[in-house]
């Protein structure tokens, strides 16, 4: 920025030689004169840039202090004004820049949105579209907090969105509603059972009976502390049991991947298509836009004239690339798909544990009637109340 004002201003390169210069840079100073780029060229002359507004004050200031001045060379300032008055039609066409992009900016030619998870950004622009917002429409007269509302009436997956305007750009930021978590009934009876099948190792009763010792054995299903505890009046009643129950749990999953696989394989050639975009209107420079091979990838890439992150002129281009290809069987790697199943089945076996912990673990690979088979036997430390 601060150079766009030097060079709107005009700056001049001046040597000042004589006897000590430097007493003119300290008498410029005092002046109150700007200037930058000092250099020295030898004991005698100085290098330096000034405004060229203020070249009559540094003449005057050097006559003063015995020192003679050179003018090296002039930018900006009149120099433009002069040559550009020579130039009507750059000039001109700088005027329908300027107008292109003020008319452009009061239209949305970009949507840019963040802060959605489960939502994708085709959703989320279908949504606007339902409301009345997509590319080219008119934003002065929409209304963004009746926009907001009717979103969130539609959509109530959404539980805070924001459309922020700036020029020819939307930023639509979301917030995702989160489930609630379970509310539990902490005066509701209730006794505790085994979620998984184990060997008990440790039993943390806050409030009930404990049904089961260290070193017993459990099912899935059994009762691990009671609800029904007895009372010193010697009528039963019945609380709402807590407890932690620590115990040994195995696992065994298994994970299968085919020993062959389809890849693409591309072939020679491929076809490279150009299209003119203007606003919501196209113009393509190809006659025939079907694909003449049964299977083939199809990459558009559009270009928007742009100005930073805040303008966007309509006028740019669609290169549409096709490249065909054809599918073959071909084997796996056996190393590296026995890898990665072997990282799946230890997130499978994180996540079943929750923060449980794993003692031990061991993998197995096999293959059996064209598939490869790996699996997991794991030994755990976990909660299983």
């Known amino acids: 920025m601060k150079k766009l004002y030097n060079l709107a201003r ?3 390169r001046v040597e000042a030689s004589g006897v000590e210069p430097e007493i003119l840079l300290n008498k410029l100073c005092d002046n109150n004169i700007e200037f930058w780029d000092t250099r020295s060229e030898d004991g005698f002359s100085v290098l330096f840039t000034a405004h060229s507004a203020d070249l009559t004050e540094i003449r005057s200031c050097a006559l003063k202090n015995g020192c003679d001045i050179k003018i090296l060379g002039t930018r900006g300032g009149k120099t433009i004004t002069r040559s550009a008055k020579r130039r009507y039609a750059l000039l001109i066409g700088i005027a329908a ?9 009061l239209f949305v030619w970009s ?3 963040s802060g959605n998870k489960n939502m994708s950004y085709g959703e989320v622009v279908r949504a606007l579209k339902e409301c009345g917002v997509e590319y080219g429409v008119f934003w002065p007269a929409i209304s963004a907090e009746s926009i907001e509302n009717e979103i969130l009436l539609k959509h109530p997956d959404v539980s805070w969105i924001s459309l922020n305007m700036s020029n020819s750009r939307l930023e639509v930021i ?3 509603r989160t489930e609630k978590p379970d509310i539990v009934n902490e005066a509701e009876p209730r006794s505790i059972y085994a979620q998984k099948s184990g060997i008990i190792t440790n039993v943390s009763v806050l409030l009930g009976k404990s049904a089961v010792n260290i070193g017993d054995t459990v099912c899935e299903g059994e009762i691990l502390v009671n609800g029904l505890v007895d009372s010193e009046t010697g009528d ?3 609380v709402h049991a ?5 115990a040994r749990t195995w696992y065994e999953i298994s994970a299968v991947s085919p020993l062959t696989e389809n890849k693409k394989s591309e072939k020679d050639g491929g076809s490279l298509k150009l299209s003119l975009l203007s606003g919501k209107n196209r113009i393509n420079f190809y006659s025939d836009s079907r694909n003449k091979e049964q299977s083939c990838d199809k990459i558009n890439k559009l270009r928007y004239i742009s100005f930073g992150d805040s303008f966007v002129i ?3 281009v669609d290169i549409q690339s096709t490249n065909s290809y054809e599918i073959r069987e071909c084997e796996v790697d056996r190393e590296e798909t026995a890898l990665r199943l072997q990282d799946d089945l230890m997130a499978e076996l994180r996540y079943r544990i929750g923060s449980g912990e794993i003692v ?5 690979v096999t293959e059996c009637d064209g598939l490869l088979v790996v699996t997991l036997r794991a030994e755990c430390m976990e909660n299983i109340a």
């Open 360 to 364: 031990s673990s061991s993998f197995a």
């Open 314 to 316: 309509p006028i740019g």
């Open 236 to 238: 039963d009643r019945q």
């Open 97 to 105: 820049c300027i107008i292109i992009t003020a008319v452009s900016s």
């Open 111 to 113: 949507i840019s949105v």
């Open 10 to 12: 005009g700056t001049v």
């Open 242 to 246: 807590i407890a932690d129950v620590t």
């Open 174 to 176: 979301i917030h995702e």
